[in-house]
């Protein structure tokens, strides 16, 4: 047997109380897997005295860069989030020669260029796998098990909290405000949810798997995101009636020379698959150019879900396989691939647009001329009762339009809402069909 692979942990936090629960519970799992017992040297938290219940004592460090400095640890495990002190650990760690396992999307999102050319310079390796849908090992499927394709595009319900809520509001009819209030309660939603709802968190994995997926490093602001955050149950309901779910999804194409990626609610059909994802889970739907379309779902989140995918990247490192795949893949390179990321307003789509007007004689015939003046075709219109809460004065027209770029139809949406006899601002969505 090979001697034992050091680990030090930065971070005790939920997913890190799990990545210590499995490595020192199935010591034998992991000589199994790995060919050598991987043990857990030190835990680096801010609070010693808060309570853990899968790490000892006698493993707690509060210095950071004691535990990144010491000789006899190869591996540092970055699970502290953010992305300004994990950013500084993380590049200490490469400096000092060990090799870094991390969770951490934003850091990746935002920094990975010069993450991934510190480690290639100090000939280490990063392993992530953890970053992106906790146990749905999507880096390496993309990275490896696919690597006979070229992929062309992903679609992925990546955020278990707005999946939690979207699914609830759905399901109960209720408003997202308490919805939100519900997840919290649950240990689903952060008491500031804000990276969660707005799309950010989405959109930072959707950073990370562009560039397993297309090899392309985008800047995490140039990912437009809508959250859900402004979502009303109303629209859930019109689009249930129609046939359709609405999920948040984070999605990109690749087309010849261009690259299409953005964050957004979305209307899928209610045979979809994504569709039928519910609850905290995530899923991604990835398209080859050789297997065609697959999906993968499961647990985005959670201690021990995440923490698989940690210890799978550390047994990787124990076995020598990740270095090796490290040192081929070239991820973040300094110089990407010439992809062009598509302008949001030239993506075509269908879309669900709903806008509250006077109930008066000529106003959808308003609407529709105007949608008409930029070229856009109406598929179908329903206009459902008045509504209460206006006094019985303004009926929700809800249409439906065939295919139309996006920058056309935002035009329109923005005469629509000076029309009078209109309630601004109209609210609208993209439909996948």
């Not at 953890?130 to 690597?147: D, F």
């Not at 992903?154 to 997840?183: K, V």
Request: hydrophobic share 45%; charged share 20%.
């Amino acid at each position: 047997m090979q001697e034992p692979l050091n680990v030090g942990l930065l971070g005790g936090g939920t997913v890190g109380n799990g990545v210590a629960k499995i490595l020192l519970e199935h010591p034998e799992r992991m000589i199994l897997r790995a060919g050598r017992p991987i043990v857990l040297q030190k835990v680096v938290v801010r609070d010693p005295s808060k309570p853990r219940s899968h790490i000892p004592a006698s493993l707690i460090e509060t210095n950071p860069y004691r535990v990144i400095e010491d000789p006899n640890i190869p591996v540092i495990v970055e699970l502290v989030g953010g992305t300004t002190d994990a950013k500084n650990y993380v590049l200490a760690a490469l400096a000092a020669g060990k090799h870094v396992v991390t969770a951490n999307k934003a850091l990746l999102a935002e920094h990975g260029v010069e993450i991934f050319e510190a480690a290639r310079k100090a000939n280490r390796a990063i392993g992530f796998e953890a970053s992106v849908c906790g146990g749905i090992p999507i880096i390496n499927l993309l990275s490896q098990c696919l690597s006979a394709n070229q992929i062309t595009a992903i679609q992925g319900i990546l955020n278990g909290t707005c999946n939690f809520i979207l699914t609830t509001m759905s399901e109960e009819g209720r408003p997202y405000a308490e919805m939100l209030a519900r997840a919290q309660e649950l240990g689903y939603a952060e008491a500031n949810p804000t990276l969660d709802v707005d799309g950010s968190d989405a959109a930072h994995k959707l950073a990370v798997l562009a560039q397993i997926a297309f090899g392309v490093s985008v800047p995490f602001h140039e990912i437009e995101r809508v959250g859900i955050d402004t979502l009303h149950p109303m629209d859930l309901r019109f689009a249930y009636e129609l046939g359709y779910t609405i999920k948040l999804l984070a999605e990109g194409w690749l087309d010849g020379n261009e690259v299409a990626l953005h964050v957004a609610p979305v209307l899928l059909r209610k045979t979809d698959m994504l569709a039928q994802v519910r609850g905290v889970y995530n899923a991604i739907q990835v398209i080859g150019d050789a297997v065609g379309e697959m999906m993968f779902q499961g647990a985005g989140a959670g201690a021990l879900p995440t923490a698989s995918a940690v210890i799978s990247d550390i047994v990787d490192l124990a076995v020598g396989r990740a270095q090796k795949t490290f040192a081929v893949n070239k991820f973040w390179s300094a110089t990407p691939k010439k992809y062009q990321l598509r302008p949001s307003n030239k993506v075509r789509s269908r879309f669900y647009l709903r806008v509250l007007v006077r109930d008066e004689p000529g106003m959808l015939a308003d609407v529709a001329r105007t949608l008409a003046n930029d070229r856009i075709s109406i598929a179908s219109i329903i206009q459902h009762e008045a509504l209460e809460e206006h006094q019985g004065q303004v009926v929700p027209l809800v249409i439906m339009t065939h295919y139309a770029e996006t920058g056309q139809f935002r035009h329109a949406l923005s005469k629509i809402n000076e029309l009078p006899g209109v309630v601004p601002p109209g609210v609208s969505y993209s439909v996948d069909d």
